[in-house]
């Protein structure tokens, strides 16, 4: 049972290591706190699963979900860089644009993706591939897989010269200009790539629920946010590679400290509703602590 | 080389805050010609540079580089042509990338950025070369990030990314204020060596009158936002700060108001 549990957890870590890893670019990378998440990925779910509708592949779905989520970021993108509105307000908007047009996309505000209605998805075509293998193996390994070639992609991408503009720009955006990159153009990049990760992993776990919701998205920037930050507590990882890597290893851990709580934390009169509160004084915490406790350092030397 | 022709930037115009930054300001500096430029706060020192690098824009007159106008070129078009360092030693450089990653950023300076990878083993050797320039043994430390390192290691690097990408002119702003007098000397000496090495063009805004008149070849003092002496040549050579105060005072009929160039005089 204890198991089980772990495993499922761990698999909804992997999946939504995805979206941390967007998160990480935007929040870490570009230094662009950008709330277009909450909106790209339902986006995601729902572009997969108007396409699983109309009998299109899994695999061309998550594709167009991709697609999709990059589409979203450009616009926040655009909305920051052509007409400077701030950082945050400009997700704020985009985020608001999206949740009519994933309503429009859907056609109501839940779908169900179901082996009876037809639709195929990544995990019952690997089950068909490997049908003497457990299922939930499956899944874990295939998440894992997707998950650490997304990550080797991504530290591919962050080393390549483009790669290291938009890094540079989330660190010194009048240097970048001084060196001759357009500022404007890599924040379209890394907002854009970002965007479409966060959507990937949209689709992915409208594939892994077998359903689809317009309010899937409440509250996924601040998870993304408290994934990325429990990893850094964690490892301090100081190379790309070891960062992206603490990125999901903290996606992981922050699934597997909700999953706790919703199992055992009726003892203390935990429930499903409070997961957002949960989620939301984590990340209060952890970015407090430093703060705190050199507060309190400074008051004992007075 | 770099042509300014009767160029104004007024700041808040038409407020009661209106501040003539620079006023109907020529300049011609030829190539290889190395310009110090004195003046006052608030004398138009920094704008006259922001105007070259493109920060902003001029309200009236043009900007020239090589014949070619520039006046509204965005910042990051015309950055191919020029390099800057700054009074702050963290604006030059990304502190939380390596120094390698730095250097990488400003070696394809003007290229297309494309999905290459930025960093290959041909051009850490460049890398290890031009460090060995500086003679701070960064050459030894091409992995450490840029934010380990202290002011003026970061300011040398930060000089050496400004001319790794041939630009044509070198603008200087205050650039070893902020670091203690020895290190000073040591990024002046090695400023003077690129701009020589390289035949740069350069104009540096300094308030150590002198610095002004021992390094390059040519000295400019401003005041409310124009150029009020120019000296060149045998005439600068024989200057001492003495006499150009009093020239300043002569010309403007006032007292150069400047406790700092004083004092470091």
């Known amino acids: ?302 | 080389m770099l042509r300014l022709e009767r160029v104004s930037k007024c700041f808040f115009p038409n407020t009661p805050d209106e501040r003539r930054a620079v006023r109907e300001l020529s300049l011609l500096v030829r190539p290889g010609e190395f310009v110090t430029i004195v003046g006052s706060n608030g004398a138009g020192k920094t704008t006259l540079l922001n105007l070259v690098s493109g920060q902003y824009f001029p309200d009236r007159g043009k900007i020239f580089i090589n014949g070619q106008e520039i006046t509204y070129l965005p910042a990051y078009k015309r950055a191919q042509f020029l390099g800057r360092v700054f009074q702050n030693t963290f604006q030059g450089t990304a502190a939380s990338l390596t120094i390698e990653e730095n250097l990488a950023i400003a070696f394809r300076k003007g290229q297309k950025k494309g999905l290459k990878i930025a960093i290959r083993e041909p051009m850490r050797e460049v890398f290890k070369e031009k460090l060995s320039l500086l003679g701070l043994g960064l050459e030894r430390r091409l992995r450490d990030r840029v934010g380990l390192l202290s002011g003026g290691q970061r300011q040398a690097l930060a000089l050496l990314m400004a001319t790794l990408g041939n630009p044509k002119i070198l603008l200087l702003d205050e650039h070893t204020a902020n670091l203690d007098p020895k290190t000073a000397q040591k990024i002046m000496k090695l400023t003077d060596e690129l701009i020589r090495d390289s035949e740069l063009s350069a104009l540096m805004v300094t308030h150590n009158l002198q610095e002004a008149l021992s390094f390059g070849d040519r000295t400019l003092m401003m005041d409310e936002g124009d150029i009020v002496l120019d000296l060149s040549g045998q005439e600068r050579k024989n200057v001492t700060i003495e006499e150009l105060l009093e020239r300043f005072s002569e010309v403007r009929h006032k007292k150069f108001a400047e406790d700092r160039a004083l004092l470091s005089s």
């Open chain 1, 1 to 302: 049972m204890i198991f089980e549990f772990l495993l499922y957890s761990v698999q909804e870590g992997l999946l939504f290591g995805i979206l941390a890893l967007g998160v990480f670019l935007t929040f870490r990378c570009l230094d662009f706190p950008d709330l277009t998440v909450d909106g790209s990925y339902p986006l995601g779910a729902a572009v997969f699963a108007f396409m699983a509708y109309r009998g299109v592949g899994p695999v061309a779905g998550m594709g167009a979900a991709f697609l999709a989520g990059a589409m979203a970021g450009f616009f926040t993108g655009f909305l920051h860089t052509f007409s400077r509105i701030p950082a945050l307000l400009s997700g704020i908007l985009t985020m608001i644009c999206l949740y009519s047009i994933n309503l429009r996309i859907m056609g109501r505000p839940n779908i169900s993706l179901s082996e009876n209605l037809g639709h195929r998805t990544v995990f019952t075509i690997l089950r068909d591939f490997f049908p003497q293998i457990p299922e939930v193996y499956l899944r874990l390994a295939f998440l894992l897989g997707l998950v650490l070639v997304v990550k080797v992609l991504l530290d591919l991408f962050l080393r390549t010269e483009i790669g290291l503009a938009v890094r540079a720009t989330g660190d010194n955006e009048a240097l970048v200009e001084a060196q001759g990159i357009n500022p404007d153009h890599t924040k379209l990049v890394g907002i854009s790539l970002s965007n479409a990760l966060v959507a990937l992993s949209g689709a992915l776990f409208a594939q892994f629920q077998g359903f689809v919701d317009i309010n899937m998205g409440i509250g996924m920037v601040i998870a993304g946010l408290a994934s990325v930050i429990v990893g850094e507590v964690l490892l301090r990882g100081r190379f790309i590679f070891w960062i992206t890597f603490q990125v999901i290893v903290g996606s992981v851990v922050y699934r597997m400290a909700t999953a706790i709580a919703l199992n055992w934390g009726y003892v203390i009169g935990f429930q499903p509703y409070d997961l957002k509160l949960f989620t939301g004084l984590l990340v209060i915490i952890i970015l407090s602590f430093p703060v705190v406790r050199e507060r309190l350092r400074l008051k004992k030397v007075r």
